[in-house]
Every structure is written in structure tokens, then in C-alpha cells.
């Protein structure tokens, strides 16, 4: 499925998602905002707070089965390792076009694709994303800069980062297409932010987002930072996807 987006330069409101079949369209608020600042300058607040050797805790991809009891995206926490990136990590450098051909919907296929997220980065990041000859990956909180997911509008970007393994982005901002495509698929949460988190956190630090406060701890340096709310799009993400979203809330047929 294919999602048509331009990369926002300016703060905007994201009011609907539509399809090429069905076209549901999601009752997301014109009053809520989910921004996409370039690069907002703001103050990173901090507090000293305890540390925590919680288990991972993961989302579920588009392709797998969801528990029923799943826990609404206001109460869901993700704790592990986080991976650190800088600035304008485009699409191909999260999957490059080589991979496209791999299918998600196929298990082994999806399980592949996961294997080479992030393979695109340059060799200045010495520790990589995936370790050679594994398929999932150890950090469950990717960290980054600003326009994370510019480039193309490949859905496979976040498809790979959550077959991965990884739950959540944590960026200063997005481009609006990659931002979209993981609320559509379901693959992980894009969060945003108050600052550069990336200039704050190392890779390997152990990390805990809680959705319900907004807020990302780092258990590693001892701070915590705000991040805004997920808002109208947390519950499309927890369903599965956009068509997951839709059957849940009876805007298409079950099937």
C-alpha cells in the first residue's frame, strides 16, 4: 500500500490518513497537533532519578500476531538499550534499495528485512545497528537527530526497523513521510523529542519510555526528558496499522 506524502518544512497538524482501496478515514482531531519542527531550539530539562534493570519490552510488528490483552498505548512502557544516530538519516541508509525486493508479508522475508536495518549507515558509526549474522537487533529505542526517515517514501524503512526488533524512534523530528509510514504499518512508535536527545544519549545507554508521562529516562546518565504526546496516532499504532485500526474500529469488515 502506498501512502502519498510531502516532507513538512513548517509545523502542521497530521488530520487524516486514506488508503487506495478502502479509504477509511481516522478521526484524528483538528485540535490535536503533531508537529514536525526542523530544528526547534528548546532547552533540554532534566532530573536525577533511580536506575532500572527491567526486561525489553517490544511492540508486535504488522506481520505477526498481536495479543489480545495488549495494553492501550497510553499505559505501554518500552525499557533497553538505545541506538544512537545524528541528522538527516534518510531512507536508504535504514534499508537500502537493494532489500526492497524482500516482501514483509512473507515471515522469512520479514524476518530478512529486519536483518539489515540501519545497514546503510556510513562507516563512521563503528558499532552497527544489527550484528553480522543476526537477525534482531539488541537496541530497542533508536535515538536521532533531526529529519530522521527523509529520502523516499519506501514503506519498508519502518517496516525494517520493526522486524528488527526495535519499538520506538526517538527523534527531534521527522520527515512527514516516514512519520506516516509507521503509523500506517504499525511497525514502531515515531516519537518526538523537546531537543536533541541525540546530543544527550550514548549508544548502549539503557533507556525507558512511558508513554503515559511522555517521557524518555535514561537510566545510564540518570536524566529524564519530555517528549510529546504520540496523541490520536498511538491507538492506529497499537491496533497494527491503519487497516488494523480500521477493521478494530469498524470503519472496514472484518475479516
Known amino acids: 500500500m502506498a501512502f502519498t506524502t510531502t516532507t513538512a518544512t513548517t509545523p502542521q497538524n497530521l488530520t487524516a490518513f486514506t488508503t487506495s482501496s478502502h479509504k477509511p478515514t481516522l478521526p484524528f482531531s ?23 534493570n527491567s526486561t525489553p519490552t517490544r511492540i508486535h510488528s504488522l506481520f505477526t500476531a498481536r495479543a489480545t490483552s495488549s495494553p492501550s498505548s497510553n499505559e505501554t512502557t518500552f525499557h533497553g538499550l538505545c541506538y544512537v544516530v545524528g541528522d538527516n538519516i ?29 545497514i546503510g549507515l556510513p562507516s563512521s558509526y563503528a558499532t552497527r545497528f544489527v550484528e553480522p549474522g543476526e537477525s534482531k ?6 535515538i536521532a537527530g533531526a529529519n530522521f526517515g527523509c529520502g523516499s517514501s519506501r514503506e519498508h524503512a519502518p517496516v525494517a526497523l520493526g522486524a528488527s526488533g526495535a519499538a520506538a524512534v526517538v ?28 546530543e544527550e544519549c550514548r549508544t548502549g545507554d539503557v533507556v525507558t519510555i ?20 504520540i496523541g490520536d496516532a498511538g491507538p492506529v499504532i497499537e491496533a497494527g496499522g491503519i487497516f488494523a485500526y480500521a477493521r478494530k474500529t469498524g470503519m472496514i469488515p472484518s475479516r
Request: hydrophobic share 30%; proline share 6%; with cysteine.
Open 30 to 52: 483538528s485540535s490535536h497537533s503533531l508537529t514536525f519542527p526542523t530544528h526547534p531550539t528548546k532547552t533540554l530539562t532534566s532530573r536525577a532519578i533511580s536506575t532500572s
Open 90 to 118: 534518510d531512507t536508504d541508509q535504514i534499508i537500502p534499495a537493494e532489500y526492497l525486493t524482500l516482501v514483509p508479508s512473507k515471515p522469512d522475508e520479514y524476518e530478512k528485512l529486519g536483518s539489515y536495518a540501519l
Open 171 to 198: 527523534a527531534e523530528s521527522y520527515a512527514r513521510i516516514f512519520f506516516r509510514n509507521s503509523v500506517a504499518t504499525g511497525e514502531v512508535y515515531p516519537l518526538e523529542s523537546e531537543g536533541r536527545l541525540c
Open 137 to 142: 537487533t539488541k537496541y530497542t529505542v533508536v
Open 210 to 229: 512511558e508513554m503515559k508521562e511522555s517521557k524518555l529516562i535514561n537510566h545510564t546518565t540518570g536524566k529524564e526528558y519530555v517528549l510529546k504526546a
